[in-house]
T-cell receptor
Framework: AQSVTQPDIHITVSEGASLELRCNYS??????LFWYVQSPGQGLQLLLK??????LVQGIKGFEAEFKRSQSSFNLRKPSVHWSDAAEYFC????????????FGKGTSLLVTP | AAGVIQSPRHLIKEKRETATLKCYPI?????VYWYQQGPGQDPQFLIS???????DKGSIPDRFSAQQFSDYHSELNMSSLELGDSALYFC????????????FGPGTRLTVL
């Protein structure tokens, strides 16, 4: 079954520092991969997605992610973190019989310090 | 731009009661997904509908049922509520030809007392 692992439950970075959130997936074929962000008590906002083609994808809010098939990874990066980036980040893979229902990782909680 | 609308935003019920959650997808989106997110948990897929037919089924309890109507809105019906059903329930929609990109609503927070 398709699954996603986010190894880091919590990450703390200083404002202005670079950020990398890890995501590993388990899937037999080329997966549909997503990163969503969730602020407390809010809905899920799509940051970026990968289906095929260029393995480096750009998203909103200055985020990017790189698909590495050899490492089964889809890590999220941002060169300079802002305090407003503090939130919960979920990596997800398209799964289910239709291939579209999402399997989410457990999430990584990002704390940004001054 | 129009987003996914969910109602109500908050709902408080007693054990063994029933609840109905509604989802209005983005205009011209024909696919709806329901997810349940427990406290401190990741969202879990419950069920989805495409063109008013069930397209996929996840970990939805037998006490829950859902349907999609002719105007593409969807309702999640929950009966015999249990304390463990307290969660944030998200609806997401996607458009024809782009069914792989889901846009989420703000969620309905259900509290069962």
């Amino acid at each position: 079954a398709q699954s996603v692992t986010q190894p880091d439950i919590h990450i703390t970075v200083s404002e202005g520092a670079s950020l990398e959130l890890r995501c590993n997936y388990s899937y037999g074929a080329t997966p549909y991969l997503f990163w969503y962000v969730q602020s407390p008590g809010q809905g899920l906002q799509l940051l970026l997605k990968y289906f095929s083609g260029d393995t480096l994808v750009q998203g909103i809010k200055g985020f990017e992610a790189e698909f590495k098939r050899s490492q089964s990874s889809f890590n999220l990066r941002k060169p300079s973190v802002h305090w407003s980036d503090a939130a919960e980040y979920f990596c997800a893979v398209g799964a289910g019989d239709s291939g579209y229902a999402l399997n989410f990782g457990k999430g990584t909680s990002l704390l940004v310090t001054p | 731009a129009a987003g996914v609308i969910q109602s109500p935003r908050h709902l408080i019920k007693e054990k063994r009661e029933t609840a109905t959650l509604k989802c209005y997808p983005i205009p011209r989106h024909d696919t709806v997904y329901w997810y349940q997110q427990g406290p401190g948990q990741d969202p879990q897929f419950l069920i989805s509908f495409y063109e008013k037919m069930q397209s996929d089924k996840g970990s939805i309890p037998d006490r829950f049922s859902a349907q999609q109507f002719s105007d593409y809105h969807s309702e999640l019906n929950m009966s015999s509520l249990e304390l463990g059903d307290s969660a944030l329930y998200f609806c997401a929609s996607s458009s024809p030809g782009l069914t792989d990109t889901q846009y989420f609503g703000p969620g309905t927070r259900l509290t069962v007392l």
